[in-house]
DNA sequence: TTTTAGCACTCCAAGGTGGAGAGTGCTAAC
DNA sequence: GTTAGCACTCTCCACCTTGGAGTGCTAAAA
């Protein structure tokens, strides 16, 4: 996207062997140590070179005698060269071995998110599509105490989900068996969306008054869809490998920086929220510190990328510091969203 | 427990003062700061207490011309002091009424991870009773590509459990559904550990061989108890205020242990090892620092309570550095025990 | 026997100093 | 456009100094 033809080559060359060179080794990258990965010129000539990027705002300065670090800038065109390069990958085998045993949607997105954090070494996060989007494969309803009822409610692929209604009115056991068994053979395979404008549509209609079984299961039906299936499924691995990434320059600022992640971790729909927006975007998607629309996760890098089950959208990715080895990250998310793809394809009825 | 008369009133009221103050403000206190808090000795007198105390092992000098700080057993006298005193607490009325509203088992420990880490500022866990000895409430099997099979398992109290099987057999989907009716029939309202005991049973009876469509249900159910509901299930919130304690002395080290714990926060399995044991006690049990077994949790502290559903037993707590407000932790455990116990002794069908 | 005042002592924390070293920018020559 | 040379800046570290906090001990008082 953002793509920077006025650099020239030479200079584009430099800034990749400087960004790679700080994200191994954490420090700032002199000049000379530049000059003896054999450019062909001298330190002077690299000295002029860096003044240029910083000017031109790739790269910074932390002190006056200090060797360059790349800035959010820098690393967008390191990533966009990155990514204009590189080959496809494919995940090694015994992961796809380990990918195939799982047997419901959300084992499968818990053992990529897992795999997600182990191939970037970062926090790894596995988004399901939207439910509303898949279909109705079984319902049920359990009655409980105090005339609530539990509703579970499978979906194809083995999404399954529940909630706890508490209609106006009472409902006894059998006739709560009946309406599931009405329910089901009436809606089975279709999708929640649609189920759910189906029950309305003929709670409107005059003859559904007639039969007070059906309403009342088509009320059931109502309450049962109503809110639900808003809430997509998300799994995190890896948040232990947050702290591995503190040896920033700012103690206090990193501990609260990571505190707003936590928390945003443990309360998974915000995260979901943000990451939404990268979601609509297709393909695989590298969002740069400053980049950020949302202000907590200035200090952090994202790297997501979409799979399609055919349903509906999910998504893939690793969240880390800015300094992260974004090419280890982008062939993680993208060989599993890959993978993810060929088995939702394959899997599907 | 581990009482120790051997110290005089006197002392013992110095130590819960300075382990209060310690707890309150983070500082060592010295001898001066407590002979302002109205004992009617001079600093001297608490000096002499003081390294008497320390000669015990209450308390210890970070360095030669520093206050003192609790010891692991400092606090442990302290808590056990404060245990002698207090009184049971209630939580506030807003807190049960939002505990009420949850629907499913899973729901209400998720609520209750959340207040009891709300009401303590540290990190809270639930526990739900190991789901064997829950009772049967329904069971539904549903079939996924492959030959393989989606179960679904509802014990009463609204808790739910899913497993994906991949039976050596094909079963069509109505033999499916009078696979699951015949089971249902016949093992409903039975713990599952009668039921999984009564299903190798029949499979061992003779008449059982006669009908091969029972024969089937009985091997499905098999492979459906075969190793299912021995994880419990666990809620953890308040992650993020871990971070809120890194004050500690040895940066380095206090990062390290962070990291240990967030992983154990991540793999609850292992967690739930661990915390079993504390479980087996009965009531409101206080671990800290150096008495746990597990050197991973030596630099942290547990306030746990167990509660039991009539079925089984579960539990409550919280972990938090060594150095918490032990009274706050308490209170906040005992009482949202207490709540529980009254809400599933009501909600018991 | 217990408490207290006094005092010497220890140790940390904070601030200051002074190289050493790393790295730069600039200039002038190539 | 490139390079050598050089002055300059800044950090980092090690060292020292100083002030203060807090102690332990001793000898006297209660």
Redesign the interface.
């Known amino acids: 996207m953002t793509r920077h033809p006025a650099l020239p080559e030479r200079d584009r060359r430099i800034l990749g062997v400087l960004v790679q060179a700080y994200i191994d080794q954490g420090e700032p990258v002199s000049s000379l140590w530049l000059a003896s990965r054999g450019f062909g010129v001298s330190s002077a000539t690299l000295r002029n070179v860096l003044a240029r990027l910083e000017e031109q705002g790739y790269v910074r300065q932390p002190h006056t005698s200090a060797g360059r670090v790349p800035t959010d800038m820098g690393y967008r065109a390191y990533v966009d060269q990155f990514m204009a390069e590189r080959r496809a990958s494919r995940p090694g085998p015994q992961v796809e071995a380990r990918l195939r045993q799982?047997?419901?949607v959300e084992?499968l997105l818990s053992h990529v998110s897992h795999e997600v954090s182990r191939a970037s070494h970062h926090v790894g996060f596995a988004i399901a599509p939207a439910a509303n989007t898949a279909r109705l494969?079984?319902l049920?309803f359990?009655p409980?105490?105090?005339g609530?009822i539990?509703v579970?409610l499978?979906s194809d692929g083995?999404q399954?989900s529940?909630?706890?209604i508490d209609p106006p009115e009472r409902y006894g056991s059998v006739e709560l068996q009946q309406a599931a068994n009405y329910l089901n053979s009436e809606f089975r395979g279709r999708s929640l969306i649609e189920v759910r404008h189906s029950v309305l549509d003929r709670l409107r209609e005059e003859r559904t008054l007639y039969d007070a079984l059906m309403e009342r299961a088509l009320l059931l039906a109502n309450s049962t869809f109503d809110g639900m299936a808003t809430a997509p499924s998300v799994f995190i691995?890896?948040?232990?490998l947050?702290?591995?990434d503190?040896g920033g320059e700012d103690?206090e600022a990193t501990?609260q920086t990571?505190?707003?992640l936590?928390?945003m971790?443990?309360e998974k729909t915000k995260l979901v929220q943000l990451l939404d927006e990268y979601i609509s975007a297709s393909g695989l998607t590298v969002v740069i510190g400053s980049e950020h629309p949302a202000p907590d996760l200035r200090s952090f890098s994202i790297v997501a990328a979409t799979y399609n089950d055919g349903r509906g959208t999910g998504a893939v990715g690793v969240i880390g510091p800015t300094r992260m080895r974004y090419s280890r990250a982008i062939n993680a998310v993208d060989s599993l969203t890959r993978a993810i793809n060929r088995m939702v394809g394959r899997?599907?009825?």
């Open positions: 799982a047997g419901t084992d494969e079984h049920e359990v409980l105490d105090g609530k539990l579970v499978i083995g399954i529940h909630k706890v691995q890896g948040t232990s947050l702290l591995d503190v103690p501990i990571l505190r707003t936590l928390r971790i443990e899997t599907d009825a």
